[in-house]
């Protein structure tokens, strides 16, 4: 009964949302496998015991009706040798087929019941198999979506560790470039300055050596 309790629970959830995501907290939902293989056990053995139980009775009473129709034969044949019509006026012989015959009648409706009560136990315990079989099978693939979407979660989870791990390398590889250049830049300018310090001391050592050549040739025109 539990089991098809759970099974309309299952199904409400269906219905309602999303019955996956509780899975593992609420185990009043889902059986677990050594629990089904029990139920299914005890189930077997009282499916056993039962169709036993019933074998002996439809035995015992197909066991009888061949006792009371081979008596009713027998005694049908051996008046039918001597006179039918005689047997059928002796008031004694016609009142002994008779009880013979209210005798045979109830083990026939007692045939005709078990055989009832076993096709309805077949028919029930088909469909009950057929609801289990269902039911396992929604256990099962329950079980499995619940596994892919741990895997799922896990692919995502490992896929998001990766890819933070590769921004956080992209961006020390950039720091390490933008510090490169940095400091290349700066003695790119540093160099830059020295370079113009010693040509701007060129040319001013240029300058004076120009205007001493200046002076001394004024001073040679002058004196010439």
Request: glycine share 2%; net charge positive.
């Amino acid at each position: 009964m539990k089991q098809f309790l759970d099974m309309g629970r299952i199904r409400r959830s269906k219905q309602g949302g999303d019955v996956y995501q509780d899975s593992a907290k609420d185990n009043s939902i889902f059986l677990s496998r050594q629990q089904i293989r029990q139920d299914r056990v005890r189930r077997n053995q009282e499916r056993v015991l039962k169709e036993y139980e019933m074998k002996e009775a439809l035995d015992h009473a197909r066991k009888e009706q061949k006792l009371l129709k081979i008596v009713a034969n027998r005694d049908y044949f051996e008046s039918s040798s001597q006179d039918l019509h005689a047997y059928n006026q002796d008031p004694k012989k016609r009142s002994t087929y008779e009880k013979i015959k209210f005798h045979i009648s109830p083990h026939i409706e007692q045939q005709r019941l078990a055989r009832r009560q076993q096709d309805s136990f077949e028919r029930e315990q088909r469909v009950r198999m057929s609801e289990e079989k269902k039911w396992e099978e929604e256990y099962f693939r329950t079980d499995v979506h619940q596994k892919r979407v741990e895997r799922y979660h896990e692919f995502a989870n490992n896929l998001e560790e990766k890819r933070m791990a590769e921004a956080s390398r992209r961006i020390e590889v950039v720091n390490k470039q933008n510090a490169r250049y940095t400091d290349f830049a700066e003695r790119l300018r540093s160099k830059e300055a020295e370079d113009d310090a010693i040509r701007l001391q060129k040319l001013q050592r240029h300058k004076v050596r120009y205007d001493r050549f200046i002076e001394q040739e004024s001073k040679f025109r002058e004196r010439f």
